[in-house]
């Protein structure tokens, strides 16, 4: 059964630092993963989706990648902004027809 | 990219009554549904997987007879808490999927406080 962890469950960093979440998986066997933002008291924004046949996706300051064989993903972000702060979870699939489970997430506060 | 939408996106109810919540896809049709829980500060655990035309699968720990799900349609599945209890109050989330896409579409989610 797959099992998706989140290190750190925290993060504070000031604003124009970069930084990395990390995300690990125990079946390397994935189908794809995916990253989202949740605010507070809210949904689920996609962030970036990674195939299984890919090892890193792009979207503005925001870059995913995908170890398949070490079961890890990390979510780089760039030049962080106070409107970054959110919760971030990774996602891991198994196959088209099983749903996503979802690590506990990593709440990031970008300091002014 | 595609919708999905949730009705109502949050109720209030009292101890003992029933609440249908409601997950649509608005631009295809959804052979999956799948419906995830969040209790606050926690992350988003599956309780149950749907398929149109058949009875939905549950996760361990999740009582079907409390939480039934129906999904009659290609572009819709109902949740439904019946006797809603305090410990029920959470946040709903429903995803849906078809074959063709490797990508789950998530719903805004319904947040269910019961008195």
């Known amino acids: 059964k797959q099992e998706v962890t989140q290190i750190p469950a925290a993060l504070s960093v000031p604003e124009g630092e970069n930084l990395v979440l990390n995300c690990s998986f125990t079946?390397?066997?994935?189908?794809?993963l995916q990253w989202f933002r949740q605010d507070p008291g809210k949904g689920l924004t996609s962030l970036l989706l990674?195939?299984?046949?890919?090892r890193e996706q792009t979207s503005g300051r925001l870059n995913a990648s995908l170890d398949k064989s070490s079961g890890r993903s990390t979510l780089y972000i760039a030049a962080s902004q106070p409107g970054d702060s959110a919760t971030y979870l990774c996602?891991?699939?198994?196959?088209?027809?099983?749903?996503?489970?979802f690590g506990k997430g990593t709440r990031l506060s970008v300091i002014a | 990219g595609a919708v999905v939408s949730q009705h109502p996106s949050w109720v209030i109810c009292k101890s003992g009554t029933s609440v249908k919540i409601e997950c649509r896809s608005l631009?295809?049709?959804?052979?999956?549904m799948f419906w995830y829980r969040q209790f606050p500060k926690q992350s988003l655990m599956l309780m149950a997987t749907?398929?149109?035309?058949?009875?939905?699968?549950?996760e361990q720990g999740v009582e079907k007879d409390k939480f039934l799900i129906n999904h009659a349609s290609l572009t819709l599945s109902t949740l439904t808490v019946t006797s809603a209890h305090p410990e029920d109050s959470s946040f709903y989330i429903c995803?849906?999927?078809?074959?063709?896409?490797?990508?789950?579409?998530f719903g805004p989610g319904t947040r269910l406080t019961v008195l």
């Open positions: 995803s849906a999927s078809r074959p063709s896409y490797s990508e789950q579409f």
């Open positions: 079946d390397s066997a994935i189908y794809n």
């Open positions: 990674i195939q299984s046949s890919q």
């Open positions: 996602a891991a699939r198994n196959s088209g027809n099983t749903p996503l489970v």
């Open positions: 631009d295809f049709q959804a052979t999956t």
């Open positions: 749907s398929n149109e035309g058949s009875k939905a699968t549950y």
